[in-house]
């Protein structure tokens, strides 16, 4: 089993910048793939970034490419999405996911078995 826990969301200006962040812990070394998902209410998850936890590649979603970036600390199992000019379409509860999968389709949820409780994070106009 492995654990998520999510941190630093907020309410933030348009323009703002926000670091969020996933601690994992248990099973960790048997995660091939830390993933960042958002969701607002009535619509589905939306893929956000994920990163190989081995940090050798990265993958982003177009709506945030060039402002958002995903990183790791492999030394304290955690995993970043420090995001950068924040706009009011980012609002939305962001969730980190792992995944044991290695043949996968990363930017679908439903290839990650487990998932953070999610944080806040408000962007105002």
């Known amino acids: 089993q492995v654990q998520l826990v999510e941190s630093g969301g907020g309410l933030v200006q348009a323009g703002d910048s926000l670091r969020l962040s996933c601690a994992a812990s248990?099973?960790?070394?048997?995660?091939?793939?830390i993933g960042w998902f958002r969701q607002v209410p009535g619509k589905e998850r939306e893929f956000v970034a994920a990163?190989?936890?081995?940090?050798?590649?990265?993958n982003y979603a177009d709506s945030v490419k060039g402002r958002f970036t995903i990183s790791s600390d492999n030394a304290k199992n955690t995993v970043y999405l420090q995001m950068n000019s924040l706009k009011p379409e980012d609002t939305a509860v962001y969730y980190c996911?792992?995944?044991?999968?290695?043949?996968?389709?990363?930017?679908?949820?439903?290839?990650?078995?487990?998932w953070g409780q999610g944080t806040q994070v408000t962007v105002s106009s």
């Open positions: 996911a792992a995944t044991t999968l290695t043949n996968l389709v990363l930017r679908s949820s439903k290839s990650y078995d487990y």
């Open positions: 248990g099973r960790t070394f048997s995660m091939s793939f």
């Open positions: 990163i190989a936890w081995s940090a050798i590649s990265t």
